[in-house]
């Protein structure tokens, strides 16, 4: 079905405002009429948020790409964040990986200079949870997005209530820089309904990365309706239910395809229309401990040593927030004391927004947990592990995220502060 | 011999080999190791899919459900387009998704090496194609697997 624009929009496709911005018309247009999307609608959040963050030497098309756009003139027409930066000293490498890493991301600069001039928010804009306070690219409901990065879309829809779709790195620039998107999939009432209702019946409070793992590798790209989780994180969106779900839908949106989960009593739209939300025909998961035993054991061990010491832990991918900050502060210091420590066993880098980074340092619990050895940085540790001399390293994680997309190896958050305050992996 | 009939979102005719993924493709992890290393045979470095891990997919038909992951994956399709490690083409058995959809139309409209996109082809295109076998697309959405 073909799309009705409007003159405007006409004209641009038709080559009135030039070439490149014909062709980022053309193609948002091409990509709304594969999804059935009759129009447009204006891009209502105040700001973008890109996932392509990252100066790699290789993605020379990406940059020649950029090119083009500022010189075509086809600018953001609204500021954006991006997700984290690849690099940085205070994350644990040696010579020959430093090495490896500036040739990796040897365009990082040139590649900032190009979103300074096609419209980044500011140098501290680099973050996979823009949504934060400290950060403040926080959507309101309703507010119609042109962002991607997965794990920000599956929050902005599910936690905030925004609407966007699961867009790809460029579209949700051109998106910015149209400002308008297709209106389909997960910006109508229809898409936002639940093709799945998922019955949690685990004896506790599931792990977050593993039952958004269980969900996602279930529904895929369908909306899932989760029933029996408030019994667990209550009927507020407080700050440890926030930073739950934001884990939660981290591992959906990278073991699967979610781009938007409602959770029963809890998230905005769940809260208003119950189950009216789920789809007729919706199918049903029952998700106990012996599923989410299965779905963890299910995950392959990449390590050329299974039993090696680890030599890296990850902690933050999603970005922590400074709740989640605080509570591995007083884990750690509670574990290295039983533990007869003062500092943690194996290197251990936390990550963060750098707005969040900045505030949690003025804190108690920053100057506790940079004496307990730890580091906080706001890189993305993906990117680090994308280096093939750390991707050899024993790297362990509580990020199913980072576990899907490199060799680091899962472990519980428990595992985890057992592994870097004893030493001991279970 | 089979024909299957999708719709076509990415014009194009085109002669391969199958390669099929019974699961999501995941097209960051998928393609990272390629990207990063110039490999232009673009082998799977998904260790979560048996089907394709460690497989070159340049110049296959890719053939799988849909895609999953990271919404960098529609920029890293295009990519693997525009530096030539990318599939011949793509045939979905189910509605294409949106980071697979953009990956496609960005390799159509900005680069010189367009991936023929058939989508819609149903389960029984993913449960007949063996990967290994010839698929040939024609304009007009039909697949013909031999």
């Given at each position: ?426 | ?84 490690q990318q599939p011949a083409c793509l045939l979905f058995s189910k509605p294409i998704d949106s980071l697979a959809a953009a990956g496609a139309i960005l390799a159509y409209v900005w ?5 023929p996109t058939v989508d819609n082809l149903g389960d029984e295109f993913l449960a007949f194609v063996k990967t290994g076998m010839t698929v040939s697309v024609g304009e007009d959405g ?5």
């Amino acid at each position: 079905m073909a799309m009705t624009l409007t003159p405007e929009q006409r004209s641009i496709l038709d080559g009135a405002l030039g070439e490149t911005r014909a062709k980022v018309m053309k193609t948002l247009v091409m990509y709304g009429e594969t999804f059935g999307a009759t129009k447009m609608v204006p891009v209502t959040g105040e700001f973008g948020h890109i996932v392509t963050s990252f100066g790699l030497s290789v993605m020379k098309p990406v940059y020649k790409l950029m090119d083009e756009l500022i010189a075509g003139g086809a600018l953001a027409g609204q500021k954006f964040s991006a997700d984290p930066r690849p690099l940085d000293k205070n994350v644990p490498a040696n010579a020959l990986q430093n090495l490896v890493f500036k040739f990796m991301y040897g365009k990082q600069e040139d590649y900032e200079k190009q979103l300074a001039q096609l419209g980044i928010l500011d140098e501290d804009a680099f973050t996979c949870t823009c949504y934060m306070d400290e950060v403040g690219n926080t959507p309101k409901e309703g507010d119609v997005l042109s962002w991607a990065e997965s794990s920000a879309v599956v929050y902005a829809n599910s936690v905030l209530g925004a609407r966007c779709n699961r867009n790809s790195g460029i579209i949700e620039l051109f998106g910015s820089i149209a400002g308008c998107v297709p209106y389909f999939g997960l910006l109508t009432d229809e898409g936002r309904k639940a093709a799945w209702i998922v019955d949690v019946k685990t004896a506790q409070k599931p792990e977050a990365q593993i039952l958004g793992s269980a969900i996602g590798m279930k529904v895929m790209e369908d909306v899932p309706y989760v029933r029996g989780l408030d019994k667990f994180l209550g009927s507020e969106l407080n700050d440890e239910a926030k930073a739950y779900l934001k884990d939660f839908g981290a591992a959906t949106a990278s073991n699967g395809a979610v781009g938007l989960y409602h959770i029963a009593g809890l998230t905005p739209e769940a809260r208003a229309q119950g189950e009216a939300l789920v789809a007729q025909n919706a199918k049903t998961y029952v998700v106990d401990d012996a599923e989410l035993m299965r779905v963890r054991d299910s995950y392959p061990v990449v390590w050329k040593d299974p039993n090696a010491k680890p030599r890296l832990c990850f902690v933050g991918c999603p970005h922590l927030s400074i709740g989640q900050l605080r509570q591995w502060t007083h884990d750690i210091e509670a574990g290295l004391k039983q533990a007869g420590r003062a500092k943690v066993a194996v290197p251990t880098v936390f990550t963060t927004a750098p707005a969040v980074k900045k505030a949690f340092e003025k804190t108690a619990e920053g100057e506790k947990l940079a004496s307990m050895g730890v580091a906080v940085s706001s890189i993305c540790p993906l990117m680090y592990m994308n280096n093939p001399l750390c991707g050899k390293m024993p790297v362990i994680t509580s990020s199913n995220k980072l576990r899907t997309y490199t060799s680091a190896r899962y472990h519980t958050d428990a595992e985890i502060l057992a592994c870097v305050t004893k030493g001991v992996l279970q | 011999m089979k024909q299957f009939r999708g719709r076509c979102v990415v014009p194009g005719t085109i002669r391969a080999e199958a390669l099929v993924s019974r699961g999501g493709f995941n097209t960051l992890a998928s393609f990272q190791k390629a990207l990063m290393f110039k490999d232009k045979d673009a082998k799977c470095s998904d260790q979560n899919n048996p089907d394709l891990y460690g497989r070159p997919m340049h110049n296959k038909a890719l053939c799988l459900p849909q895609t999953i992951g990271s919404t960098t994956g529609g920029m890293v399709l295009c990519t693997s387009a525009m530096l030539g490690q990318q599939p011949a083409c793509l045939l979905f058995s189910k509605p294409i998704d949106s980071l697979a959809a953009a990956g496609a139309i960005l390799a159509y409209v900005w680069s010189d090496s367009p991936m023929p996109t058939v989508d819609n082809l149903g389960d029984e295109f993913l449960a007949f194609v063996k990967t290994g076998m010839t698929v040939s697309v024609g304009e007009d959405g039909v697949v013909t697997v031999e």
